[in-house]
Nanobody, 127 residues
């Protein structure tokens, strides 16, 4: 069982930045990709980025390039989501989730297949 805890959300002004953290615990974390997702009020869940132990991360959409990046500190079992140049439309609950990469190879191709989810952290972009 993989357990995930997000942190780092909060209120930020437009144009500001936040770094979200996803602390993962449990067995065989080497075999899981970690993905970041978000759900805005009244909207569908969106995939943002995902990362495995040995790669630099993959985007779900080109929409996030230039503003969002992902990184992973394996020693700390933590995955980070850097959010830059935030806009009011980025207001959402941000979640991290774990995908078994022994079953699914390209993490950015999946959403519902992620097996374990964190509780989410709220990001509010407002002046």
């Amino acid at each position: 069982q993989v357990q995930l805890v997000e942190s780092g959300g909060g209120l930020v002004q437009p144009g500001g930045s936040l770094r979200l953290s996803c602390l993962a615990s449990g067995p065989t974390l080497n075999y899981y990709a970690i993905g970041w997702f978000r759900r805005a009020p009244g909207k569908e869940r969106e995939g943002l980025l995902c990362i495995t132990k040995n790669d630099g991360g993959s985007y779900y959409s080109d929409s996030w390039k230039g503003r969002f990046t992902i990184s992973r500190d394996n020693a700390k079992s933590t995955v980070y989501l850097q959010l830059n140049n935030l806009k009011p439309e980025d207001t959402a609950v941000y979640y991290c989730a774990a995908l078994d990469i022994t079953k699914y190879y390209y993490c950015q191709h999946y959403v519902d297949e992620y097996e374990f989810w964190g509780q989410g952290t709220q990001v509010t972009v407002s002046s």
